[in-house]
């Protein structure tokens, strides 16, 4: 099985595709999956349900809602079911199924290296083929306790970095034109993302379009301004700087 979560929680078997429509067996199994092969105490699991608030009979409703992740995951001449009660409490046992999030984090842990290495042509297909896994919100709009909501915050984070990268990568590989198109509504959806305009700024520099780069730094600096009451970070004001006086040691060196 492959189970799928950059994006609302979905399971693979083979060609059948499933999803869970119940929302608090939908979050069991959530928090299972983010814990795989780790035990999950019962009072975690009921806060991620309930938050602070849980009923008189929440353990109970508990073990129900484990039955029935149980029930959704099994599979005809499975040895096995994946979740296992486990003292403290219950674990997701991975075994050779597939989560997408381990590949996303390998893929982009490949790409990082290769960006420290140079090589980046193989950094931008390692990192194309992690942002390539994601196909929508993480684990939809399910949110409720700690450890989803610290999942979430983590993997946006992780996205961000990747996309990052990988705009370093196409910077350096002179593919400047066509991440013009990709940088634009990164800066839009993240505005105090100051590494997204840093990279727009070369990539219209590197365009022929000096005046855009300069129009980018202009609204950098207003949005943080009015934000945070903040100037743009050194590396912005530094390229800023040299866009201005068309230095020369912007343009892409052969490597």
Excluded at 9 to 22: M, N, P, Q, Y
Excluded at 219 to 234: T, V
């Amino acid at each position: 099985m492959r189970y799928e979560i950059l994006g609302p929680l979905r399971v693979r078997d083979g060609d059948e595709c499933t999803s869970i429509s119940a929302r608090k067996i939908e979050t069991v199994l959530a928090v299972l999956l983010i814990r795989s092969d780790q035990v999950v105490a019962p009072d975690q699991l009921m806060t991620e349900i309930w938050a602070d608030c849980p009923p008189r009979r929440a353990s109970a409703g508990l073990h129900v809602y484990i039955s029935q992740v149980r029930k959704f995951l099994a599979r005809p001449g499975q040895d096995r079911n994946p979740v296992v009660t486990q003292p403290p409490g219950y674990l997701l046992r991975k075994g050779r199924d597939e989560i997408d999030f381990h590949e996303f984090l390998q893929l982009m842990n490949q790409g990082r290296t290769h960006m420290k290495e140079r090589h980046y042509e193989a950094a931008s297909r390692c990192l194309e083929r992690a942002l390539g896994l994601w196909y929508g919100p993480v684990l939809g709009d399910l949110r409720n306790g700690p450890i989803i909501d610290g999942f979430v915050t983590w993997m946006m984070e992780s996205r961000m970095e990747c996309q990052e990268m990988l705009g370093d990568a196409h910077l350096q590989l002179g593919r400047h034109r066509e991440l013009v198109g990709r940088l634009y509504p990164l800066t839009a959806e993240n505005p105090l993302r100051e590494s997204f305009y840093r990279q727009l700024m070369l990539a219209l520099y590197r365009s022929e379009r000096q005046a855009d780069a300069l129009k980018v730094y202009q609204c950098a600096r207003s949005i943080l301004n009015d934000e945070l009451g903040l100037e743009p970070c050194r590396a912005l004001r530094d390229l800023h700087q040299a866009i201005l006086v068309d230095d020369d040691q912007l343009e892409l060196r052969a490597s």
